[in-house]
């Protein structure tokens, strides 16, 4: 690990086994602050706390975990609205009643499965339990409304070595955290994986606007930060053809 890790803006194509660890970004004209992102690297490829950053990644999907959740009680709520209105109907009333009580098991299912989820500090190897993890909390922050069945095409029955496992977990979240405030509440998100490289992409749909929900702003800082845990971690973080409307990042080892 250098003191200063590796940030380059290079032009496709490029030879992904050539790359040195770093951070690249391919065809992203004027996105990046060269400056900031050198310091926001550094300052993560050094810290002895990655699960802190992983932590700091799932602060930045807050607001869409509560929007979720806040979609699932909607169907607690309007169950038991209507077993009200249909009161004393017991026959109208019971159905009502068990579908509030299943949709309750569907928000609590939801916060167990994050909870579950997060990153501690004592990854032994990034391996598909690992990976299982980083992928529910992705999902779980995607909602209704982003496609993302998409993630399925990632499988990593042989692991990607390294010697700060950790480091490779945060680097992960923070690529699925871009994913997720890129895309602000709309689109498809998918996922890919070969031997040594794993890689998310997302798609907002023409004319989609503004994005509704928060973070964007945030999808540089986020970007680099997850390119210095990947520098730790011996790989390259490697973003391509970013614009308003998509965006590929990958790991690569």
Not at 5 to 14: D, G, K, N, Y
Not at 47 to 55: I, K, M, T
Not at 186 to 208: C, D, F, H, M, Y
């Amino acid at each position: 690990m250098t003191d200063k890790p590796v940030f380059m803006e290079i032009e496709s194509p490029v030879q992904f086994s050539e790359l040195s660890p770093g951070m690249y970004a391919v065809n992203c004209k004027g996105k990046f602050n060269i400056e900031l992102t050198q310091n926001l690297m550094q300052c993560a490829a050094h810290s002895a706390s990655p699960d802190f950053f992983s932590s700091a990644f799932l602060g930045v999907l807050l607001p869409y975990y509560l929007h979720n959740a806040n979609n699932l009680m909607v169907g607690v709520l309007g169950n038991l609205d209507l077993a009200g209105m249909f009161l004393p109907n017991l026959e109208k009333v019971e159905p009502k009643i068990a579908g509030a009580r299943s949709a309750t098991g569907s928000v609590v299912d939801f916060l167990r499965g994050i909870a579950g989820a997060i990153p501690d500090n004592g990854c032994s190897s990034f391996d598909n339990d690992a990976m299982g993890k980083c992928l529910t909390l992705l999902r779980s922050a995607c909602g209704r409304s982003v496609d993302s069945a998409g993630l399925n095409g990632i499988d990593i029955s042989s692991p990607l070595i390294t010697e700060n496992p950790d480091h490779l977990v945060a680097a992960f979240n923070g690529m699925a955290a871009w994913t997720v405030v890129s895309l602000g509440g709309s689109g498809t998100v998918s996922g890919s994986s070969s031997q040594g490289k794993i890689g998310l992409k997302w798609i907002r749909p023409e004319g989609a606007g503004l994005t509704y929900m928060p973070g964007s702003e945030n999808s540089a800082s986020i970007l680099a930060t997850a390119g210095g845990f990947a520098a730790a971690a011996g790989m390259a973080l490697v973003i391509e053809n970013w614009t308003e409307n998509e965006g590929e990042v990958s790991l690569v080892g």
